[in-house]
């Protein structure tokens, strides 16, 4: 796997250049942002965040002491608010309490435990957590969505391997490098936004070339 990953994100680099992911303007935020960003467009995030923002609320302290329906009302363009609202008490809550209000405090722990630590709130799966863990905390910990393995499947990549093991796969093939992680999880989700949609604009992708399924879309065509 570790050579089709490789070739993968050269392409994919090529095409893309560095996208500057994560659009935030701070670690916190980014773990807002993974939050909201569940079951929703980001339209809907940054409409949610500048809210927040606009009432001085995007630190953990605010978001803790603040009271429900308030939350509630300031995340409500993000979709799901009533849940969204009570994920982010939580996780302010637990930054406040744990490491006095400092996401960043817990990039100095080892990774197994932030991640174990993230993922026993409620709110935050793998994706989330790993999300956090990458771009908010700078941590080597790929994340692996839907697109990733839609994509990979349909390159022939991967089938059926496990988040796990994709997770692993990439970050052994870049090295643990965090600004390769973080680029590649944005270009994957770039590309699958744009290119390798649900019904594949083939003819306009970058990595036809190394895909199987390409032939099978051009087949279609021309059937
Ligand atoms: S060639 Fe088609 S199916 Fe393959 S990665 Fe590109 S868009 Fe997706």
Redesign the pocket.
């Known amino acids: 796997m570790r050579s089709s990953i490789l070739r993968l994100h050269y392409t994919l680099f090529e095409e893309y250049g560095d996208l500057g992911w994560w659009p935030a303007d701070g670690p916190f935020e980014v773990a807002v942002g993974a939050i909201l960003t569940q079951n929703t467009s980001w339209n809907n995030v940054e409409t949610a965040i500048e809210s927040l923002k606009s009432e001085g609320a995007l630190c953990p302290s605010r978001i803790a002491a603040m009271n429900m329906t308030e939350l509630e009302s300031l995340v409500r363009p993000s979709g799901f608010f009533r849940q969204k609202a009570r994920y982010l008490k939580q996780l302010a809550s637990h930054i406040e309490r744990e490491y006095s209000g400092d996401i960043t405090a817990m990039s100095s722990l080892p990774m197994e435990r932030v991640r174990a630590e993230l993922l026993s709130l409620r709110g935050v799966g793998p994706e989330t957590a790993d999300t956090i863990m990458l771009y908010a905390l700078r941590m080597p910990s790929f994340v692996v969505d839907a697109y990733t393995v839609r994509?990979l499947r349909?390159?022939g990549i991967c089938d059926g391997d496990s988040h796990a093991s994709i997770k692993a796969a990439f970050e052994e093939a870049l090295d643990r490098d965090i600004a390769k992680l973080a680029n590649a999880h944005a270009m994957i989700v770039d590309?699958c936004k744009s290119?390798?949609?649900p019904t594949?604009?083939?003819v306009?992708?970058?990595?036809?070339e190394m895909?199987?399924?390409?032939e099978k879309?051009e087949e279609r065509v021309s059937d």
């Open positions: 994509l349909r390159l590309h290119v390798c949609r594949p604009r083939c306009l992708c970058p990595l036809r895909c199987s399924e390409a879309q």
